[in-house]
């Protein structure tokens, strides 16, 4: 079982729709979460991120952390077609003694389609 | 500002060669990492450096070697190459290690071995 699960969809949605996407993870020693956008043949943006559990929202996006079920989402209010992209999860744990580095796992990423 | 750049964009190599990928931070930023990604997956941790320090690496083999330099920019060396190295090579700039800094991506390099 990996550490963070992601459906890698794709999902499609007709433009306007509300966006729910979602991540579970098994580690309980993860600590920070994040969202990033992915287009095609470019490098992951971020989106939102937060430290603890609860709602967090920046304009149409809302991130929600659950972490007694260890359970993330993204939702997307007004989705438009240029939203179309692979939504990544990511989650950082401490890394090795001594480093002083948070080290990031990410989910496989779920593809999203937003058609007109 | 310009953002993480990194250099080449595309690059083909054959089983058993050697590869050295670049990367360029963003202006004041002192820690770098660097990230597999084949098709279909996220992004997996592979080194971070700070101040030309190794300060965390990932579940890959000895054939994969990276430093930094007083610059801050960043080269990653695979040796060996394998035909499942085949992937997008991205780097992150961030400005320090801290659990709360933002890591800001480069395009990446797409590295197919053939």
């Known amino acids: 079982q990996k550490e963070v699960e992601q459906d890698p969809g794709p999902l499609s949605v007709p433009e306007g729709a509300i966006v729910s996407l979602n991540c579970t993870y098994s580690?309980?020693?993860?600590?920070?979460f994040m969202w990033y956008r992915q287009y095609s043949r470019k490098g992951p943006e971020l989106l939102m991120y937060?430290?603890?559990?609860g709602n967090k929202e920046d304009g149409r996006f809302t991130a929600q952390v659950d972490k007694s079920s260890k359970y993330i989402s993204l939702f997307i209010r007004d989705s438009q077609p240029s939203d179309s992209a692979t939504y990544l999860c990511a989650m950082k744990v401490r890394g090795a003694p001594g480093g002083g580095s948070y080290i990031p796992t990410f989910g496989r990423g779920t593809s999203l389609i937003v058609h007109p | 500002d310009a953002g993480v750049t990194q250099s080449p964009t595309h690059l083909i190599k054959t089983r058993g060669q050697h590869v050295t990928l670049r990367c360029s931070p963003i202006?004041?930023?002192?820690?770098v990492s660097w990230y597999q990604q084949v098709l279909g997956q996220g992004p997996q941790f592979i080194f971070q450096y700070y101040e030309k320090e190794e300060r965390g690496r990932g579940n890959f083999p000895d054939r994969f070697s990276a430093r930094q330099f007083p610059n801050y920019s960043s080269e990653l060396n695979v040796n060996a190459l394998l035909l499942g190295d085949s992937a997008l090579y991205l780097c992150a700039s961030s400005r320090g290690l801290g659990v709360e800094e933002k890591l800001f991506f480069g395009s990446g390099t797409q590295l197919s071995v053939l």
């Open positions: 202006s004041g930023h002192k820690s």
């Open positions: 937060t430290y603890s559990s």
């Open positions: 580690n309980s020693a993860f600590q920070y």
